[in-house]
């Protein structure tokens, strides 16, 4: 009797031992007014594909044993490089009739990070904040410093500016400029167009985050909105990852993702606790709006918004997956 329990026990250990250890991975293209009347069916199909895309090369990287950080950047670089998201090829246009592309990356275990604000030549806006921070003693390296530094890097690839020249976010700047003509309002809502982002928690528990942006159609002066700022944009420890998107001021006055963290550790609330009530009452509150991305370390994820749709995506432990945009 005692020699059946005894290898009952072994057997229960021997499986919870094989039992792969849980990965998650959540993802979103931006947050902001996004109707079903506004998207044809193809469009939506059209992201919808972009997400999976997205996803597929994050979790590829979290199946075969990659690290959290490795898996965001897998992520985050195949939305960069479609034209549908406000990142990378897809990014808005500032004043001037240019673009300055903003990201970041944080990793949780570590408390490392790196990001970039203002650049113009990099294809890939989320490598050089990897590199930025792998390679150099700093976090945060902004316009032309930023590029100094990317001619440092051999693996950073780069591209003429009007790489990113792109007809529809053309229309937007002048859609946007012919408004700013009519009214003096400093009303900016639904006045972003995206921004991407994903986190990821890996097979040792590691979790990390990434964010990436051509941040607000026709900005000037060099403004910088939160993707960047790590605790607003951005943000990970070894309990929680947030990547967010919306009105970027906002979101650096409530440092957002650093709340939603924090609220976590501090206080001992739920991942879907933290992030709720940062973006459905902190910065509407304040007079903001957009949304965010969340996972902790056991995996449970949050997505939530409080505009009319945030193009999302997401695999869970139990590898069950989906993509959505709208609200319901
Ligand atoms: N948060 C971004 C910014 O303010 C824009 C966005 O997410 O749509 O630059």
């Not at 440092?152 to 229309?171: A, S």
């Not at 403004?223 to 309990?239: K, L």
């Not at 206080?267 to 304040?286: W, Y």
């Amino acid at each position: 009797m005692k020699s059946t329990v005894f290898a009952g026990i072994l057997l229960m250990s021997s499986i919870a031992a094989a039992a792969p250890p849980k990965t998650a991975l959540v993802i979103h293209g931006g947050a902001g007014v996004i109707t079903r009347a506004q998207l044809s069916a193809e469009d939506q199909a059209g992201y919808e594909k972009a997400l999976n895309a997205a996803l597929d090369a994050g979790n590829a990287v979290l199946q075969r044993g990659g690290s959290a950080r490795e898996a965001v950047i897998a992520s985050v670089t195949v939305l960069e490089d479609s034209p549908l998201f406000n990142a990378g090829k897809g990014a808005v246009y500032n004043a001037e009739g240019g673009h300055e592309l903003d990201a970041s990356l944080m990793e949780g275990h570590t408390g490392k990070a790196g990001a970039v604000a203002g650049v113009r030549t990099i294809k890939n806006p989320i490598l050089l904040a990897e590199a930025v921070m792998q390679h150099s003693p700093h976090v945060l390296l902004a316009g032309e410093g930023a590029e100094h530094f990317a001619d440092t890097r051999k693996e950073i690839e780069r591209v003429p500016p009007e790489y990113f020249d792109t007809e529809h976010r053309y229309k937007q700047l002048l859609k946007a400029q012919a408004e700013e003509k009519q009214t003096a309002s400093n009303d900016l809502k639904g006045k972003y167009f995206g921004t991407v982002g994903a986190v990821a928690l890996d097979r040792n528990g590691h979790i990390a985050a990434a964010t990436s942006t051509g941040g607000m159609t026709n900005k000037r002066w060099s403004r910088i909105g939160d993707s960047p700022i790590i605790g607003a944009g951005t943000y990970a420890n070894d309990q929680c990852g947030v990547s967010g998107t919306g009105w970027g001021e906002f979101f650096i006055r409530a440092a957002v993702a650093h709340d939603i963290c924090a609220r976590m550790k501090y206080r001992g609330d739920s991942l879907t606790q933290a992030a709720e009530e940062v973006l459905l009452k902190v910065v509407p509150e304040m007079g903001g709006d957009g949304g965010a991305i969340a996972l902790d370390r056991d995996g449970n994820i949050a997505l939530p918004f409080n505009t009319e749709g945030m193009y999302r995506g997401w695999i869970k432990p139990d590898g069950s997956r989906g993509v959505a945009i709208f609200k319901d």
